[in-house]
């Protein structure tokens, strides 16, 4: 299993540009999870997807947007990038069975600057 | 407001060097406190999931326990590659799938 993967690892926008950061994973869990981190700061949730086809805000939703086609694929997108995006973005997934607790697995991250 | 409030931000021992690292939390109901590991430049790694107060739990040289309002992270004769980021996180009974993250105890283990 490689777990959760993301691409691209690093990147560099203007602003005003869009991108979308990717995220799979392998382990067939049904909830998904886009964080954002910044230096000194607690992960803060930006959207979530508790199965294909859902998806729904977070804690920092304004100026992403999900999508979620698959089990496996979670795309976040940036629209009109801003500096205040500068910040390491980390997608994670979990599964949520009968304990109902949300043991969340986390990919390398994509560390992104906006220029 | 929920929150979670990790100490100290830093922590610097020396090989050998127990100590704890603390995490104090603030939610209407605890469903589940978390204990991850953040190596730099990587993704936070699960340690241990602590669901009520008096559970402890271990792994190697980490030992968890939980309070009803704080949980400690005990590290026993810690070695340099204990040294990273140690981050703890709540969820609420009823809060969805909401995670409130501390902001995490940076631990550096000097041989």
């Known amino acids: 299993n490689a777990g959760v993967t993301q691409t691209p690892k690093f990147r560099i926008l203007k602003i005003g540009q869009s991108m979308t950061l990717q995220c799979t994973q392998d382990?067939?869990?049904?909830?998904m999870y886009w964080y954002r981190q910044d230096p000194g700061m607690g992960l803060k949730l930006i959207y979530y997807?508790?199965?294909?086809?859902?998806?729904d805000k977070g804690e920092v939703p304004n100026g992403y947007n999900v999508s979620r086609s698959t089990t496996e694929d979670f795309p976040l997108r940036l629209e009109l990038a801003a500096p205040s995006q500068t910040s390491v973005y980390f997608c994670?997934?979990?599964?949520?069975?009968?304990?109902?607790?949300?043991?969340?697995?986390f990919g390398p991250g994509t560390r992104l600057t906006v220029l | 407001e929920d929150q979670v409030t990790q100490s100290p931000e830093a922590l610097r021992l020396q090989e050998g060097e127990s100590s704890s690292l603390n995490c104090s939390y603030t939610?209407?109901?605890?469903?589940?406190l978390f204990w991850y590991r953040q190596d730099p430049g990587k993704g936070p790694e699960f340690l241990f999931t602590?669901?009520?107060a008096g559970e402890e739990k271990e792994k190697e040289r980490l030992k968890a326990t939980l309070t009803k309002k704080e949980s400690f992270l005990h590290i026993t004769a810690p070695k340099p590659e204990d040294s990273a980021t140690y981050l703890c996180?709540?969820?609420?009974?009823?809060?969805?799938?909401?995670?409130?993250f501390g902001a995490g105890t940076r631990l550096f283990v000097k041989a």
């Open positions: 996180a709540v969820q609420e009974e009823t809060g969805g799938f909401k995670t409130i």
């Open positions: 997807s508790v199965g294909a086809g859902i998806t």
């Open positions: 939610v209407s109901g605890l469903r589940g």
């Open positions: 382990m067939n869990h049904n909830y």
């Open positions: 602590l669901y009520s």
């Open positions: 994670a997934s979990s599964y949520l069975g009968g304990r109902a607790t949300d043991t969340q697995y």
